[in-house]
């Protein structure tokens, strides 16, 4: 079975600081999606950034950024240039594209630091 | 921009009630999702749908069921409500224009069980 791992409950980080988020998973398939979303205090998941695991290249959105490592099975995403309106809950995300079936992390809550 | 529905923001009900959620969204997206969010336990998948009839248990799928009429609609039913299932819900729906395609979320149910 599939499981996603996000081994820090709560992360802080000064303002415009570099901070990285860790995130695991496992999985037999070969074929598969990988994302980052945030859930602000407001409620609502918005896309933070998305991976294909047949593209070696690590995805990039502005100041976010991710080390994906297919091998180890690690997907880390890393926020440059910390902003206040990046404290929020972040979920890594696994996607099975045979099926769409996905599965979340726990979470992370990162708080910015004045 | 894609728009996810839920109708209530929150809702109270009582043990044994049958509950409904709703969820519609406005892009024809194929397939729909419904997770409950819990502190420490981050977003688990109750049900999915692949098209219109169809679904699939996720993985917490005791206690619920979910109806797909329309393709729009994506309905969340508690068959007889219990105070175990106080929680947040939030619907997702699969679609765009740029892949991998991203969840598009509502803005969540938070549900009281009384």
């Known amino acids: 079975a599939q499981t996603v791992t996000q081994s820090q409950p709560e992360m802080s980080v000064q303002e415009a600081e570099t901070v990285t988020l860790s995130c695991t998973y496992d999985?037999?398939?070969?074929?598969?999606?990988l994302f980052w979303y945030k859930q602000p205090p407001s409620r609502q998941m918005i896309l933070v950034i998305r991976?294909?695991?047949?593209?070696?290249q690590n995805a990039t959105e502005n100041r976010f950024s991710v080390n994906f490592q297919k091998a180890a099975k690690s997907f880390s995403l890393k926020i440059s240039d910390s902003q206040l309106g990046d404290a929020a809950m972040y979920f890594c995300?696994?996607?099975?594209?045979?099926?769409?079936?996905?599965?979340f992390g726990k979470g992370t809550r990162l708080h910015i630091l004045p | 921009d894609v728009k996810v529905t839920q109708s209530s923001r929150y809702l109270v009900k009582r043990t044994g009630e049958k509950v409904f959620l709703e969820c519609v969204q406005d892009?024809?997206?194929?397939?729909m999702f419904w997770y409950r969010q819990d502190p420490g336990l981050g977003l688990r998948l109750i049900y999915f749908?692949?098209?219109?009839?169809?679904?699939e248990k996720g993985d917490i799928p005791e206690g619920y069921s979910v109806s797909r009429e329309k393709k729009e609609r994506f309905s969340l039913i508690l068959e007889s409500a219990s105070t175990n299932q106080t929680s947040m819900y939030l619907c997702?729906?699969?679609?765009?224009?740029?892949?991998?395609?991203?969840?598009?979320f509502g803005d969540g149910t938070r549900l009281s069980i009384l």
């Open positions: 995300a696994y996607r099975r594209r045979r099926d769409d079936k996905i599965i």
């Open positions: 999985t037999s398939e070969s074929d598969y999606y």
């Open positions: 991976q294909e695991a047949y593209k070696q």
């Open positions: 892009m024809d997206h194929e397939n």
């Open positions: 749908s692949y098209d219109v009839k169809m679904k």
């Open positions: 997702a729906s699969i679609g765009g224009i740029q892949k991998p395609q991203p969840q598009h």
